[in-house]
Each structure stands twice: as C-alpha cells, then as structure tokens.
C-alpha cells in the first residue's frame, strides 16, 4: 500500500505543473492573438471529432472482443456495409470541408499584412484613431526598435498604448529571427534584405514577454524583451523618458550596436536617424554602400534602355521594308 503513494504522487505531478503554467495562448491580451487561440481551440475540437471516437472504438473492440468472450458474435463472412462506409468516409470529409473553410476565412482576416479592422470583438476601431508604427530589427542577438513618429528607438524594450494599432515593419541585421510576442499576435520572420509586416493591437495594459522563435545562432536563448502595454499617458511619459534619458541612434552607433553581443540591457535614444530603417532593409548603413532599391532601379533603367534601343532599328528596317515595296 505505501508503494502506491509515490506513484499516485507521480500521476499527479504533471497536473501540479499544468496548474501553474500561464497558458498566454490561450489567454491573450491582444485581440489578434485572441482570434488566433481560438482557431486554435476551435481546430482541435474538430479534430477530436473523429480521434475520440476512434480512440474509443479502439478499446470497445479490444474489451468486447476479447479471448474470453464467448457471447460476441464471429462472423468471419462480413465483408461491407453500407451505413458504416458512410460514416467512415463521410465525417471526415465533413470535418475537413468544415477546416478548409475555417482556414480560407481565418487566413485571409488574420493576415500580418492587413490592416485591423477592430479594437477587439465589440469595438469597431474609431474613425479618428491613428496607426501608429514601430520599426524593428532583429540583431545579433538583441531587438532594436525604432519609433519614427515619436523620434525615439528602444534596445531590448517594447512598449505601446491600450486600444491604438499598431503597425510593425519588420527587418533582420544579419540572418534570418522570427519576432514573436504570444500576448499580442503570431510570430512572422524577420529576414535581412526584406521587410515584412505585422498589424496588431493591445486590449490590456501589463508586461508581456518577447522573442525570437527562430534559432539564430549563439546568443539566440537570450534574445528577449519585455513589451509593456500602457495607457496613453503612461506611454507618452515613456516616451518623455526615453528621449531625456538616451542619447541618439546616428547610422555610425548603429554600426557599433549591431555587432553580435549576447544579454543587453535596455537601452534607450532619444533621437534616431530617420532614414536608418530604410538603409537598414537596403543594406547601406555604411558610408559608400549603395542601396539595394536604388540599385535595382538602376538595373530596371538600363534593361529598359537596352530593350528601347534593340526595338528602334527592327521599327525602322519595318518600315524601310514597306517604303521600297
């Protein structure tokens, strides 16, 4: 008897160390994360509607035609019916009609790309609400956000209104990271060369834990931040301190700050180059680089000039053609 103490006590452990994990998935604060746990949860009970069943057939089989029970019937001459095959065929194929509409509509409303269209599932967002943006680099091995509209940028520390959207415009230094703060909405890549976008809103104020969810080197397990959800006061005080506090973010400073480092403390600017976001994502933050977008606009101009240029005398033999006939 006092051997199955401790393995009762083993059974239930698991269940103890459930109790205390903050299931942030499921409990968002951010109304596109909300809508995320819920196609989540809605996913799984579709699912569920045919491993339940299957699981429990499993073991009605295994119990009712067991060895010792003589009272089931053998019959080793069955070969099909009817009802069963429709069952069989026919709740899956509903189950995965009813998912393939659920990720048609999901997909579309809840692309990063798209502007919100609410505040959470009662609140419209107000004709007079302005989108706010934030530009954020992912580094070796830190977050660099920059605040074009209030001038500021913030190393390792995230912070933005109640109820405002916010608009993210998303870059790499190096290689490839994936920004992810589970409160507030999914994780999209970060990628150097490229931008890509996130639209999201936070519906509580508290602190909410960030990070990379995507393995990227060395210092990838320190590679977090915490983002603060404020009332509009609290964050416009933020902003008061981080520009009386920090001193400015010109592209030689960036230069030194992205160079790989591990664990940094939160760092703030208060003033920023405004062209810094965009050097970045063109790869030109160094003196004598040029951008990519002006490099490829080059290269688009000279194809065309040769294009111009191979067309005219095929135009003026055609119509030298026609002139001698």
Not at 10 to 36: E, H, Y
Not at 144 to 172: H, M
Not at 174 to 187: D, E, H, R, T
Not at 191 to 197: I, R, Y
Request: aromatic letters at 8%; charged letters at 20%.
């Amino acid at each position: 008897m006092a051997s199955l103490i401790p393995r009762r006590a083993l059974l239930l452990l698991p269940a103890l160390l459930l109790a205390g994990c903050n299931t942030v998935l499921m409990n968002p604060s951010g109304d596109i994360a909300s809508q995320q746990g819920r196609l989540i949860v809605v996913s799984t009970l579709l699912m569920l509607l045919v491993i339940v069943p299957v699981i429990a057939l499993t073991i009605l089989f295994a119990w009712r035609y067991r060895k010792n029970n003589t009272k089931a019937v053998y019959d080793p001459e069955w070969d099909h019916s009817t009802q069963l095959e429709l069952v069989i065929w026919g709740a899956p194929l509903l189950i995965i009609i009813a998912l393939g509409l659920l990720t048609w509509i999901s997909t579309h409303t809840l692309d990063p790309y798209r502007a919100l269209s609410r505040l959470d599932e009662n609140r419209p967002i107000p004709a007079s609400t302005k989108t706010m943006t934030v530009e954020v680099v992912a580094l070796d091995w830190k977050w660099l956000f920059i605040y074009p509209e209030q001038g500021i940028a913030t190393v390792n520390e995230l912070a933005a209104p109640v109820d405002v959207p916010i608009r993210f415009k998303i870059t790499a230094s190096s290689v490839m990271n994936s920004f992810f703060i589970p409160a507030l909405a999914g994780q999209i890549y970060a990628m150097p060369g490229m931008e890509t976008t996130l639209h999201a809103v936070i519906n509580k104020p508290g602190e909410f834990d960030g990070f990379s969810a995507n393995y990227s080197g060395a210092g990838f397990s320190g590679m977090r931040f915490k983002f603060h959800g404020m009332s509009q006061e609290g964050f416009d005080n933020w902003v008061k301190t981080a520009k009386a506090n920090g001193s400015g973010l010109k592209r030689a400073d960036y230069i030194e700050l992205e160079k790989p480092s591990e664990r940094d403390p939160v760092k703030h600017y208060g003033s920023v180059d405004p062209s810094l976001f965009h050097a970045i994502v063109n790869r030109c933050v160094a003196a004598g680089q040029v951008c990519m977008d002006k490099m490829m606009m080059t290269d688009l101009n000279v194809k065309e000039a040769k294009a111009a240029g191979a067309e005219a005398p095929a135009e003026a033999g055609s119509h030298g053609g026609k002139h001698h006939e």
